[in-house]
């Protein structure tokens, strides 16, 4: 497929700014990022081998519907009212590998690599994960309306929230 | 404790006088090495572990490896349907036979050297055994593989023993077995685990996690802020039914109760103020037709958490959940959280119950993290041992000795019930048990 270059530059700037956002702690400008029916889904292992595969059916790491769920996770993040939360780990994510793999009609995929080296109360830690995105273009942009995070750890240390993700 | 482990030293930890109002724990029984080591000889390998779910091993053939203390098994289900347990060991050099944790295999075949098993222990082929053995007389079968010594199961959950000395499962559980019963009898056809698990590492002791799952007392501080988070959630998108959460008992005074059931297993409910959320509330009138009121009133209005002595703990709350516990030291241990449904439920119910269990249950949800970060504090602070002793206290004038209405309607035996689930009185029969395994002599 010939994809044209300025789409490419439009999604890897997407992709490099929406982690950037979580690093810097810019969360309402993160969620802005997302559509308002966007899916957001963190699928757990079935087996050494595999995610699950049906997040409705199955259970998952994280599953929202729509943004109302990570809208949660800003939520309560900002209360200052959870105790994984308080002190926020640091994190700087690393993305990398960003390919636009289809485009049709207003919609686009894309995939990328990223790895998270965090540094809370415990000390640091590095966690990687494959990312699965779908975009939607409209008249401001493109949106994201799916991000899918295959998180290879399993055995996890400590709190996952979305900004470990 | 410094240095070797002493079982005169132990005696003195649980410092039980409930008479004079007091129960406390010195917190060494977290942090010291010595002691962990004791634990897994004289508790885990001892006593009834916690392995397995039976629909984890479906067919004949499947296999799901799980540990006794340092001892690696595996469940495997039989021909005839039965379930044998073996240590998961090669009998040739050690190597672990399983390939994953739970997989359907034909033979168990050891990817060493190639020595196989079949699925009922014995060991039916050795590679290039006539070059190494000779041909005469050479018997096999002392190489088959070691079964432990007890397997039992109780309703679907599947417990086993290393030692051939034991009570049976059913005087083990005692009253547990009754809260175990008021999970299984939602369904006719049984209970089954939801494809998908979470696996993660509390910097913390393993009896921290017991004693976390069982204490009401931290509901209304640590979780508050779930359920604001999802009050919030459910005003700003108008939520209505099983998509809301059962909040009542996170931010209010609700009834609740405590038991201490016996042989250091322990328990919690609280009421729920709105059980229409729960996903069971959709077979209320099945349940109502098939099951004795006392039984149905407990089932939909009671959210329930029990610890079961030394390893696994079963809620069923607006969700459930199976929560294995295992040692790796003295600060250190893994979970694994797994969820657990009524066969042949309905997609909405199934669907509603996984999405509260991702709510709040997972290292990655919003209420088992706050979880954590609290159990690991209380980690780190029980290394000051100029401030030793935990205090159990709360609710030791107020309890009843045996039963209270609530035990008596369904039948289970406590040997002490509190009236609110902050009550800490629950913790004493898990520290007497705990003392009574690490004095034991063989």
Redesign the interface.
Known sequence: MDIETDLKHEVADLVNLETTLLDRREWDDWVDLFAEDAVYW???????ED??SDP????????FRNR?GI???V??IE?R????SLPLDRTVHIVSNILVSNVKGDEISATANCLVHSFG??GSQNRASLYDFKFRKSDIGLKIIMKKITLID????????IYHL | MDGSYQKSGLEALVDDRVDEGVFRVDRSVYTDQDIFDAEIEQIFEKGWVYLCHESQVPDAGSYFASDIGRHPVVVVRQKDDSLSCFINVCSHRGALLTPKKQDKATTLTCRFHGWSYSCDGRCIRIKNEKEGFGEEGFDRSQYNLRPIAKLANYRGFIFGCLKDDVEPIEEYLGAAATWIDLMVEQSPEGLEVVPGSSTYVIRGNWKMQLENSVDGYHVSTVHRVFASTVRNREERESLQGLKQTEGGRLVGIVPSGAYDLGNGHMSIWAQHTTPERRPIFKKKNWLEKNLPPAHVQWILEKGRNLAIFPNVMLMDNPSTQIRYVKPISADRAEVTVYCIAPVGEDAEARSARLRKFEDFYLTAGMATSDDMAALEDTMAGSRASQTKWNDFNRGIQTMTHGPDEGAKAVGFDPVSSSESWENETLFFGFYRRWREMMLAQE
């Open positions: 963190v699928p757990s292992w079935a087996n050494e995610t699950v409705e059916t199955q259970l998952n790491l994280m599953y109302g809208e949660d996770r939520f309560r209360s009212d959870s105790y994984a109360k415990h399993d055995m996890l240390e400590g709190p996952v929230d």
